[in-house]
């Protein structure tokens, strides 16, 4: 029987703190079929360790080929896979846009009709907005201007990428395009990176880097000195030949730069921490949120928000979230990577972490029926780490509600400058 706090959850307007969504001419002229639509996410990673043939991985994202027969050549792997995280979310996706309640190749090929319908001007923002219940969604497109999405100037914000340059790569042609600053050596490049910051953080609503993927997470202060010698080697000498210890020299120093930047302009410094999309290339010891303690201790008054809960190092994220005042604790992707730690994770913070230092979702996903279905995930984790909590006695029913609208919603709302950045959009556009 559904309770108060149940209807409660379901009711409120969902901040999504982080996507990778893709546009509205990508989704209504470029968009997936009913197999990439549902298995076009982070399924494939747990297909793969299930053991799907790569071959059977290239068909089955070949939209040329036929639906059933591409189905079938994962469906081994699928049936060995449909209990984790990513394979609950297809699931959700099967059911709440398909109709579904099992997935064959035959009835997959039916549901592909019903995309055509969703594949439209507009649906898009329905299935985010109305079906998921967001308030709005913020994306990383992977780049430095935040442009208004005119598909909903309100409802798609965007995040200014600082990747590239926190890994260590100085791409001096593109920051002249961008800003008209001729980049020749270190202080040439801090102006062309305050021109970015100048040009694109109005429209922004937060600064993001994943380069955790790219190296270490260890960040080391570094002086205009040493920077300014690998930058040099950056720009003189052929990539190959750069090696790790210049990358990370040049690498740290720009990443402070975009610390102090970000600080200046009220943005929020979102890091990807923790576990790695994909299969088969994650060194552990990069991925800890600890390695960053000295960027913590160096800029206090920078937002840090620490995302994907740093998987698996749950328990340390825990304790730098207790510590640091400059800290934030983003739930994005971590429902799906693994539903029963986040919720263990949740019930962690709540009693070692103030609850206005905790964002409660962030899909990460491409397509809009993805995101939605990471919302339900996270929506129904969410409900059963309260109501372990209510059982238990540590919360009343009236707590744990007031608790889910501050995670959900009311956080994000003090964190991020959301109405100044709606009103910069709307300005630009």
Request: hydrophobic share 40%; glycine share 6%; aromatic share 10%.
């Given at each position: 029987?559904?309770?108060?706090?149940?209807?409660?959850?379901?009711?409120?307007?969902?901040?999504?703190t982080?996507?990778?969504?893709?546009?509205?001419?990508?989704?209504?002229?470029?968009?997936?079929?009913?197999?990439?639509?549902?298995?076009?996410?982070?399924?494939?990673a747990?297909l793969?360790?299930?053991?799907?043939?790569?071959?059977?991985?290239?068909?089955?994202?070949?939209?040329?080929?036929?639906?059933?027969?591409?189905?079938?050549?994962?469906?081994?792997?699928?049936?060995?896979?449909?209990?984790?995280?990513?394979?609950?979310?297809?699931?959700?996706?099967?059911?709440?846009?398909?109709?579904?309640?099992?997935?064959?190749?035959?009835?997959?090929?039916?549901?592909?009709d019903?995309?055509?319908?969703?594949?439209?001007?507009?649906?898009?923002?329905?299935?985010?907005?109305?079906?998921?219940?967001?308030?709005?969604?913020?994306?990383?497109?992977?780049?430095?201007p935040?442009?208004?999405?005119?598909s909903?100037?309100?409802?798609?914000?965007?995040?200014?990428?600082?990747?590239t340059?926190?890994?260590?790569?100085?791409?001096?042609?593109?920051?002249?395009?961008?800003?008209?600053?001729?980049?020749?050596?270190?202080?040439?490049?801090?102006?062309g990176?305050?021109?970015?910051?100048?040009?694109h953080?109005?429209?922004?609503?937060?600064?993001?880097?994943?380069?955790?993927?790219?190296?270490?997470?260890?960040?080391?202060?570094?002086?205009?000195?040493?920077?300014?010698?690998?930058?040099?080697?950056?720009?003189?000498?052929?990539?190959?030949?750069?090696?790790?210890?210049?990358?990370?020299?040049?690498?740290d120093?720009?990443?402070?730069?975009?610390?102090?930047?970000?600080?200046?302009h009220?943005?929020?410094?979102?890091?990807?921490?923790?576990?790695?999309?994909?299969?088969?290339?994650?060194?552990?010891?990069?991925?800890?949120?600890?390695?960053?303690?000295?960027?913590?201790?160096?800029?206090?008054?920078?937002?840090?928000?620490?995302?994907h809960?740093?998987?698996?190092?749950?328990?340390?994220?825990?304790?730098?979230?207790?510590?640091?005042?400059?800290?934030?604790?983003?739930?994005?992707?971590?429902?799906?990577?693994?539903?029963?730690?986040?919720?263990?994770?949740?019930?962690?913070?709540?009693?070692?972490?103030p609850?206005?230092?905790?964002?409660?979702?962030?899909?990460?996903?491409?397509?809009?029926t993805?995101?939605?279905?990471?919302?339900?995930?996270?929506?129904?984790?969410?409900?059963?780490?309260?109501?372990?909590?209510?059982?238990?006695?540590?919360?009343?029913e009236?707590?744990?509600?007031?608790?889910?609208?501050?995670?959900m919603?009311?956080?994000?709302?003090a964190?991020?400058?959301?109405?100044?950045?709606?009103?910069?959009?709307?300005?630009?556009?």
């Amino acid at each position: 029987m559904a309770t108060d706090l149940t209807h409660h959850i379901q009711s409120i307007r969902l901040v999504d703190t982080h996507e990778h969504m893709r546009r509205e001419p990508d989704w209504v002229g470029n968009g997936p079929d009913v197999l990439q639509d549902l298995f076009g996410n982070y399924v494939p990673a747990d297909l793969n360790t299930a053991g799907a043939s790569p071959e059977a991985m290239r068909n089955l994202m070949d939209a040329a080929q036929d639906i059933p027969a591409r189905f079938e050549g994962i469906r081994a792997a699928w049936e060995a896979t449909q209990f984790t995280g990513y394979g609950e979310a297809v699931r959700l996706i099967a059911k709440h846009i398909y109709g579904l309640d099992e997935l064959t190749g035959d009835r997959l090929a039916l549901a592909q009709d019903k995309l055509k319908t969703l594949r439209t001007p507009g649906k898009r923002y329905h299935i985010l907005h109305d079906i998921a219940k967001l308030d709005h969604i913020q994306t990383d497109d992977f780049s430095w201007p935040c442009a208004p999405d005119a598909s909903g100037l309100d409802f798609f914000l965007y995040d200014l990428s600082w990747a590239t340059f926190c890994n260590g790569q100085v791409d001096a042609s593109a920051i002249q395009a961008e800003t008209g600053v001729e980049v020749k050596n270190l202080g040439s490049l801090k102006r062309g990176m305050e021109a970015i910051f100048a040009k694109h953080a109005p429209c922004a609503i937060a600064v993001k880097s994943q380069h955790a993927y790219n190296r270490t997470l260890n960040w080391i202060e570094r002086g205009d000195a040493e920077a300014a010698s690998a930058l040099n080697a950056v720009l003189t000498q052929p990539a190959s030949d750069i090696d790790e210890a210049t990358r990370l020299c040049l690498g740290d120093w720009c990443w402070a730069r975009g610390v102090e930047l970000a600080i200046e302009h009220n943005l929020p410094f979102k890091i990807h921490t923790g576990y790695y999309a994909g299969n088969d290339r994650m060194p552990v010891r990069r991925i800890p949120a600890g390695n960053m303690c000295a960027l913590f201790a160096r800029y206090l008054d920078a937002k840090f928000v620490l995302m994907h809960i740093a998987y698996p190092y749950n328990d340390e994220l825990v304790a730098l979230a207790k510590h640091y005042r400059n800290i934030w604790v983003d739930f994005c992707w971590a429902w799906s990577i693994d539903p029963y730690s986040s919720r263990d994770f949740l019930r962690r913070c709540i009693h070692a972490v103030p609850s206005n230092k905790l964002f409660a979702f962030g899909g990460d996903t491409g397509w809009p029926t993805s995101a939605m279905a990471y919302a339900i995930q996270a929506r129904n984790e969410i409900r059963r780490a309260l109501e372990a909590e209510i059982d238990e006695g540590y919360l009343t029913e009236k707590q744990a509600m007031a608790f889910a609208t501050q995670i959900m919603h009311t956080n994000q709302y003090a964190c991020f400058d959301v109405d100044g950045t709606r009103s910069n959009i709307a300005k630009a556009a």
